[in-house]
């Protein structure tokens, strides 16, 4: 299987990074936390922008940098794209010409197929004769992400893509987005402190914190982690893979079925056998020790407890599992007593079915 190793050591005083990562050579994975936690830092050690002293980077067989070896790739030997917050085009440059303004780095040829593979990635065929400047903020983006895959990079970087975007230009360029895992064959390591955004791309997340990454490894396992802050936030939610099963037009719904049982949800306008994501907020699930007979839930699935942690202001968080996914619930402290929840008992819990996003 292929992989990146990235080890990074350097000290700024005021700030250390101290990683030792082992990651998917495909896929997105997601470098997450908060503003200071080293998400830019790691990544630009990863494009050589920053050196480390002491740092080994290995992209699938292919060393970068090796500190004991006193080897280091400078960035423009790297071949990798990478994605800023701000597109950075060339305002004197047709779409078309910024894109094609790059590949007299590569072979011209590779070049060019990739290039028409990322003009249809993302979607961006019919902007190619106009000029930055009349391109909304989401469609500049677009092309600053097409320009980079246009490299045929062995890595693609991009730090906090969507920063610079109002709502409605996020909501317009994260479906582009999340086509990347299902249709590159390259990795993607991707920043943000958005959870909205680890929720619609991440295939792996790691968690920053402080220079050091506190977790790493699949999503719905990592989001799920007791012993990270993740699980503790408002916004705690876990995610499932799931495939649309049925709709039931007559009640707008659509049936998803994933591994353990199935969720109905608002109905979704997908085919049968589409592949989705569902992410399901901790604060949206409630527990019961015996099946619920008379309610308007309409998802409730038997579950095993794998994971109990007191939080703040007398919240309990409870981690359960349902088949193979990782579930997480918010309930009072005052909830968990009463039930008398321990880990290994087996619960039924009922999930909100507005609160499913696919």
Request: hydrophobic share 40%; glycine share 8%; aromatic share 6%.
């Amino acid at each position: 299987m292929t992989t990146i190793l990235a080890r990074f050591q350097l000290d700024y005083g005021d700030f250390k990074l101290d990683v030792d990562l082992t990651l998917p050579g495909t896929g997105i994975t997601v470098l997450f936390g908060h503003s200071g936690s080293g998400k830019t830092t790691l990544l630009r050690c990863i494009a050589g922008l920053q050196r480390a002293p002491l740092g080994k980077l290995e992209i699938n067989g292919h060393v970068w940098q090796d500190s004991e070896r006193n080897l280091f790739l400078p960035t423009y030997k790297r071949p990798l794209g990478y994605v800023f917050q701000e597109a950075n085009l060339f305002p004197h440059l047709t779409v078309r010409d910024n894109l094609h303004y790059g590949l007299k780095r590569i072979k011209q040829n590779s070049g060019t197929v990739k290039l028409e593979q990322a003009v249809e990635l993302l979607g961006i065929g019919h902007l190619m004769e106009r000029m930055p400047g009349h391109l909304s903020g989401g469609e500049r983006q677009r092309v600053a992400i097409a320009r980079a895959l246009a490299l045929n990079p062995e890595v693609l970087l991009m730090d906090e893509p969507l920063a610079s975007l109002d709502f409605k230009r996020k909501q317009e360029i994260l479906p582009f987005l999340s086509r990347l895992h299902q249709q590159l064959d390259i990795p993607v390591l991707y920043v943000t402190h958005s959870q909205q955004e680890v929720a619609q791309l991440a295939d792996t997340l790691v968690i920053l914190e402080d220079g050091r990454a506190l977790a790493s490894g699949p999503l719905p396992e990592t989001q799920s982690r007791l012993d990270v802050p993740l699980a503790q936030d408002r916004e705690a939610a876990t995610v499932w893979q799931a495939t649309v099963a049925e709709h039931e037009a007559d009640y707008h719904l659509t049936r998803v079925a994933f591994a353990g049982g199935s969720l109905s949800l608002p109905a979704v306008d997908a085919e049968i056998g589409t592949p989705l994501r569902v992410q399901i907020y901790a604060r949206d699930v409630s527990i019961a020790l015996e099946a619920p007979t008379a309610t308007s839930i309409l998802n409730v699935l038997p579950a095993t407890i794998t994971g109990i942690a007191d939080g703040r202001d007398g919240q309990t968080v409870v981690q359960m599992r349902i088949g193979n996914q990782a579930l997480l619930a918010h309930i009072t402290r005052k909830s968990a007593l009463m039930l008398g929840l321990q880990i290994g008992m087996a619960v039924y819990v009922q999930i909100k079915g507005t609160s499913i996003l696919n």
